[in-house]
């Protein structure tokens, strides 16, 4: 009896650990990975996309901003939160998804940083960017690609986030020979696979329009949910992909660019273009920038600050 009582334990206690980072910093998939319940997606237009630098901001500074006379039951503001960055880093043979430890602490703590961004009706997003290793989205093998498309989906789908961005930067490409040539050809297959994973069903694939992300084919354009273009106003979806899905205007928060009056001039017509966005948005009122444009594009609506900023705790 004693040893059936003791195997009887022992399975109880098995754990299955999936890993969706590099080697050294697992995260383990737990009951906080279970699908996460929202409140109902503001029916809003355009969407109002954040990124936010995770080594100095905590997330949860982008849940504090809301549509002024919603005090009771507040109607927020922010729609994706794109926590930026992880990195995809390779060899000639080998890709990997690589998370630092800022984002491998979200990763692990997201029912403290990412879930009450989820239950406020926020999509938060894994931001995706290069890391100096000479391989990156545009010149992955077809190994690689399949590889790389998987890695973060699993991704994706353990931590129970809402979808992944890519940024076409800093990967470095030509510092080591044997890769194939980069390409936008080759980043759209990589787009491609990535759709067609079945844990990205109803996860959205956006991009910042920079790099070889400006040369998508018709299938990637197809694929994407999003994009954004390099900081600016005024610019036009790319041809094959709809104003719905387009930010016209890219807004640096931290930098100043737009101005307020640029912003307020672009907004005052921003006709049927789907989305904002705002790069590196920090832990204090920011709702001075957004109501260049919220009342413009959102029917007169104006943006309230709750006054609460979250420190990074980790």
């Known amino acids: 009896m004693k040893n059936l009582f003791f195997t009887l334990v022992t399975l109880i206690m098995v754990l299955f650990v999936t890993s969706c980072s590099n080697n050294e910093d697992l995260v383990v998939a737990s009951q906080d990975a279970q699908s996460v ?5 503001s ?3 355009p969407k109002l996309t954040t990124y936010i630098e995770t080594n100095d901001i905590n997330p949860l500074n982008m849940g504090e901003y809301y549509f002024t006379g919603t ?32 984002q491998t602490y979200i990763l692990n703590n997201r029912n403290t940083l990412v879930k009450p961004l989820q239950d406020k009706g926020i999509k938060v997003l894994l931001g995706l960017l290069g890391d100096h290793t000479g391989v990156g989205f545009a010149n992955l093998t077809s190994a690689q690609i399949t590889s790389f498309a998987n890695q973060v989906a699993d991704c994706i789908e353990v931590n129970g986030l809402d979808g992944v961005d890519f940024d ?11 890769t194939p040539s980069p390409s936008g050809t080759n980043f759209s297959s990589l787009i491609t696979a990535l759709r067609a994973n079945p844990k990205m069903s109803g996860k959205l694939i956006t991009a ?8 998508f084919n018709q299938n990637a354009l197809n694929a994407m949910n999003y994009m954004w273009p390099n900081f600016g106003y005024g610019y036009g979806a790319p041809s094959g992909f709809s104003n719905s899905k387009w930010a016209s205007m890219s807004i640096q928060y931290t930098d100043g660019y737009p101005s307020a009056r640029q912003i ?4 005052q017509n921003y006709g049927d273009y789907g989305a904002i966005m705002m790069f590196n948005v920090r832990n204090y009122d920011a709702s001075g920038t957004m109501n260049n444009f919220a009342s413009r594009v959102w ?6 600050y709750t006054g609460t900023s979250y420190p990074k705790n980790y």
């Open 37 to 41: 319940a929202t409140r109902g997606v």
């Open 264 to 267: 307020q001039s672009a907004a």
């Open 43 to 45: 029916v809003k237009t």
């Open 208 to 215: 910042f329009h920079y790099g070889y992300a400006q040369y």
């Open 299 to 304: 029917g007169g609506k104006t943006v309230s």
């Open 71 to 102: 005090e009771a039951d507040k109607d927020y503001v922010v729609d994706h939160v794109i926590l930026f960055a992880s990195n995809i880093r390779g060899t000639v043979s080998t890709v990997e998804l690589y998370h630092n430890p800022n």
């Open 168 to 178: 076409d930067e800093y990967a470095e490409y030509g510092k080591i020979s044997g």
